[in-house]
């Protein structure tokens, strides 16, 4: 399905939206985030993109698996706390973001299903927003499989007109909820089909970083495990660790127990983010550490994204946004590496 | 839709103290408050609750067949297992699983097997080397060489007095003691001292990663082939089932691929174990 929504009437769309959560862009001080939105009146979609993903929406920094508590009769009551079940809507998802959805997506229900996730996903609908220019100088989604305006991961992608919103339909979601704007949207006519086309394949020649022979990322990568190049790339690294707290992929995360040490078999056990780049991320009880170094923790970032999930799902676990290489304090540029990695001579 | 990071109650029955000391070492028997149905292999893992701690993979080292009981045998290191040791019988912890591939060991029938460990590293060969003691008929000749630092820490003293009608022992530990009659050096060295043969044989070998690498050459020098070799790796897991990203040998997951590992295999992949 396609329609076209004038910019005027978005929120009087959303307006009839009640029964979802609206997640959408919201600007607070000089930063966009995803929020959810109190007051549809207030949806803009005039933005570059968020700092942090809108994974957080479906897999959150923090999040109760279960309660426990230890009952009279000497048992364990074990109380499992499930996401709430209001359906939600995120506007305005670029296209790298949609696409690392669809890639946690693959992770969190290939095998055995995380079901919070799932129970997130299936009732969250993606309404994206198709890029004009790049959002940022280190953009590079078109060398890791996207486009500015690929539909992975979408239900409806968005592309800006102007004065309106041109909206295809990816998924049976996608043209459920383009049904709710029915009376508000039109027919395309010829000219926005054009015009939508148009902005579509200019926006691609605008990305600037482009990466070369990532057909061969993998086998280049696979040479160069015991080299240098890690010590060398590693060697600024702060262990800060927020190339993976804004990465919309990143996935990784660590499990404890919280308790008031006044009633310690009464608590939440609770999921947060980690991040391999921490040192204690991999290092065992015994102190043995695997990845004991900030070069085999760099090393297992780059090997993980472009080569380890490449062999077992065949694609990148990368979407290109580049928020990595714009918000590392050291200049540590994944790009850089990648582009090292494929010409490094051991 | 099953949650598998829901843990089931379980209700240990008995604690057996085999080791004393800074290196301490307890074994755990336990039953499911409720009937469950958790069926598991040779040589794979649970994770086991310490409510109000955390959570720590385990190796189940009871045996399949037995089924009254699961048992885990934990060396005292970090916060869980040090909560672990501090539990008593009829307190209550949870297990969820049971995780990992497992030993192969439909592939092992027929053949002799030579099982090396070293310290708690026999805990993750017991279910094994009990399945082949009970099933004597279907493999071959059945060998044990354990080891560890010293008399004390060696654990299930009495079962192995027991097993010794059943199938050869060779014990070793690391220093001279007045009353040890047995081998006295590294385990590796002991397999050297004992040459089982590589004939028709399969070798498994678990302990500390040092103990692990020259236990493969000895290995290797009599001629046993890396395919004939198995060993088990641990990493830090905190998932169980390849998502939270810390336990992989490059793109292999612990946890879901692993423990179990042929030498064979393993030399190929990273040394991030």
């Given at each position: 399905?396609?329609?076209?929504l004038?910019?005027?009437?978005?929120n009087?769309?959303?307006g009839?939206?009640?029964s979802y959560?609206?997640y959408?862009?919201?600007?607070?001080?000089d930063v966009?985030?995803?929020?959810?939105?109190?007051?549809q009146?207030?949806?803009?979609?005039?933005y570059?993109n968020?700092?942090?993903p809108?994974?957080?929406?479906?897999?959150p920094q923090r999040?109760?698996?279960?309660?426990?508590?230890?009952?009279?009769?000497?048992?364990?009551e074990i109380r499992?706390?499930?996401?709430?079940?209001?359906?939600?809507?995120?506007f305005?998802?670029?296209?790298?973001?949609?696409r690392?959805?669809a890639k946690?997506?693959k992770?969190s229900?290939g095998g055995?299903?995380?079901?919070?996730f799932?129970?997130?996903?299936n009732?969250?609908v993606i309404?994206?927003?198709?890029?004009?220019n790049p959002?940022s100088p280190?953009?590079?989604c078109t060398s890791?499989?996207?486009s500015p305006h690929?539909?992975?991961?979408?239900?409806?992608?968005?592309?800006?007109?102007g004065?309106?919103?041109?909206?295809?339909?990816v998924?049976?979601e996608?043209?459920?909820?383009?049904?709710s704007?029915?009376g508000?949207v039109?027919d395309p006519?010829?000219?926005q089909?054009?015009?939508?086309e148009?902005?579509?394949?200019d926006?691609?020649?605008?990305?600037?970083?482009?990466?070369?022979?990532?057909?061969k990322i993998?086998?280049?990568l696979s040479?160069?495990?015991?080299?240098?190049?890690?010590d060398?790339?590693?060697?600024?690294?702060?262990?800060?660790?927020i190339?993976?707290f804004?990465?919309?992929?990143?996935h990784c995360?660590?499990?404890?127990?919280?308790?008031?040490?006044?009633?310690?078999?009464?608590?939440?056990?609770v999921?947060?983010?980690?991040?391999?780049?921490?040192?204690?991320?991999?290092?065992?009880s015994?102190?043995?550490?695997p990845?004991s170094d900030k070069?085999?923790?760099l090393r297992?970032r780059?090997?993980?994204?472009?080569?380890y999930?490449?062999?077992n799902c065949?694609?990148?676990l990368c979407?290109g946004?580049?928020?990595?290489?714009?918000?590392?304090?050291?200049?540590?540029?994944?790009v850089?590496?990648?582009?090292?990695?494929?010409?490094?001579?051991? | 839709?099953k949650?598998?990071?829901i843990?089931k109650?379980?209700r240990?029955?008995?604690?057996?103290?085999?080791?004393?000391?800074?290196?301490?070492?307890?074994?755990?028997?336990?039953q499911?408050l409720e009937p469950d149905?958790?069926s598991?292999?040779?040589g794979q893992c649970a994770?086991?609750s310490?409510?109000?701690?955390?959570?720590s993979?385990?190796?189940?080292?009871s045996a399949?067949?037995?089924t009254?009981y699961?048992q885990?045998?934990?060396l005292?290191?970090?916060?869980?297992?040090?909560a672990l040791h501090d539990l008593?019988?009829?307190?209550?912890?949870?297990?969820?699983?049971?995780?990992?591939?497992?030993?192969?060991v439909e592939d092992?029938k027929?053949k002799?097997l030579?099982?090396?460990?070293?310290g708690?590293?026999?805990?993750?060969?017991?279910s094994?080397?009990?399945t082949?003691?009970e099933n004597?008929?279907e493999?071959?000749d059945?060998?044990?060489?354990?080891?560890?630092?010293?008399?004390?820490?060696?654990?299930?003293k009495?079962?192995?007095?027991?097993?010794?009608?059943k199938?050869?022992?060779?014990?070793?530990v690391d220093?001279?003691?007045p009353?040890?009659k047995?081998f006295?050096g590294?385990?590796?060295q002991?397999?050297m001292?004992?040459?089982p043969?590589?004939?028709?044989a399969?070798?498994?070998?678990c302990g500390?990663p040092?103990?692990?690498?020259?236990?493969?050459q000895?290995?290797n020098e009599l001629?046993f082939n890396d395919?004939?070799?198995y060993t088990?790796v641990?990493?830090?897991?905190?998932c169980g089932?390849?998502?939270?990203?810390r336990?992989?040998?490059g793109?292999h997951?612990?946890?879901?691929?692993?423990p179990?590992?042929?030498?064979?295999k393993?030399k190929?992949m990273?040394?991030?174990y």
């Amino acid at each position: 399905m396609e329609k076209v929504l004038l910019k005027k009437d978005l929120n009087s769309w959303a307006g009839k939206l009640g029964s979802y959560d609206i997640y959408a862009p919201f600007k607070s001080g000089d930063v966009w985030g995803y929020e959810l939105m109190e007051n549809q009146a207030e949806i803009t979609l005039d933005y570059p993109n968020t700092a942090i993903p809108p994974k957080k929406i479906l897999f959150p920094q923090r999040e109760v698996l279960f309660e426990f508590e230890a009952t009279q009769e000497g048992g364990m009551e074990i109380r499992e706390v499930l996401p709430d079940d209001t359906p939600k809507i995120i506007f305005g998802v670029r296209s790298c973001d949609a696409r690392g959805l669809a890639k946690l997506g693959k992770i969190s229900q290939g095998g055995i299903e995380d079901v919070y996730f799932t129970r997130r996903r299936n009732q969250t609908v993606i309404a994206g927003l198709a890029c004009h220019n790049p959002p940022s100088p280190y953009c590079f989604c078109t060398s890791v499989g996207g486009s500015p305006h690929s539909l992975e991961g979408m239900d409806i992608l968005m592309t800006d007109l102007g004065d309106a919103y041109y909206l295809e339909s990816v998924t049976e979601e996608g043209v459920k909820l383009m049904g709710s704007a029915e009376g508000i949207v039109t027919d395309p006519d010829d000219k926005q089909k054009a015009d939508k086309e148009k902005i579509h394949s200019d926006s691609e020649k605008k990305i600037l970083l482009d990466i070369s022979d990532m057909e061969k990322i993998n086998e280049a990568l696979s040479e160069i495990f015991d080299t240098g190049l890690w010590d060398r790339e590693s060697l600024s690294c702060l262990r800060c660790g927020i190339c993976t707290f804004s990465c919309p992929v990143c996935h990784c995360f660590d499990v404890n127990d919280e308790i008031i040490r006044t009633h310690p078999l009464k608590g939440k056990r609770v999921r947060t983010w980690d991040n391999c780049q921490f040192p204690d991320f991999t290092m065992h009880s015994s102190g043995h550490n695997p990845r004991s170094d900030k070069a085999s923790r760099l090393r297992q970032r780059v090997m993980h994204k472009f080569r380890y999930f490449n062999e077992n799902c065949e694609e990148f676990l990368c979407t290109g946004c580049g928020r990595c290489i714009e918000k590392c304090p050291v200049g540590i540029d994944i790009v850089e590496v990648l582009e090292k990695a494929k010409t490094y001579e051991k | 839709m099953k949650n598998e990071y829901i843990p089931k109650p379980a209700r240990i029955i008995s604690v057996k103290e085999e080791v004393d000391g800074q290196r301490a070492i307890k074994t755990f028997r336990t039953q499911f408050l409720e009937p469950d149905g958790f069926s598991y292999r040779c040589g794979q893992c649970a994770m086991l609750s310490v409510f109000g701690k955390g959570e720590s993979m385990i190796s189940i080292s009871s045996a399949p067949h037995i089924t009254d009981y699961l048992q885990f045998s934990v060396l005292k290191t970090g916060r869980v297992t040090t909560a672990l040791h501090d539990l008593e019988k009829d307190d209550v912890i949870g297990i969820r699983g049971p995780y990992g591939n497992g030993f192969p060991v439909e592939d092992w029938k027929g053949k002799n097997l030579v099982f090396v460990g070293g310290g708690i590293g026999l805990a993750p060969l017991w279910s094994i080397v009990h399945t082949a003691i009970e099933n004597k008929d279907e493999y071959g000749d059945v060998m044990l060489i354990y080891g560890a630092r010293s008399s004390n820490d060696i654990v299930y003293k009495d079962e192995l007095d027991g097993l010794k009608k059943k199938m050869t022992i060779h014990l070793s530990v690391d220093n001279e003691e007045p009353d040890w009659k047995e081998f006295v050096g590294f385990v590796p060295q002991n397999v050297m001292d004992k040459k089982p043969s590589p004939e028709n044989a399969i070798a498994i070998t678990c302990g500390p990663p040092v103990m692990i690498k020259f236990t493969i050459q000895s290995l290797n020098e009599l001629g046993f082939n890396d395919d004939q070799i198995y060993t088990t790796v641990e990493n830090k897991m905190k998932c169980g089932i390849g998502k939270c990203g810390r336990c992989n040998i490059g793109e292999h997951y612990v946890c879901k691929h692993g423990p179990v590992y042929s030498w064979e295999k393993l030399k190929t992949m990273p040394q991030e174990y």
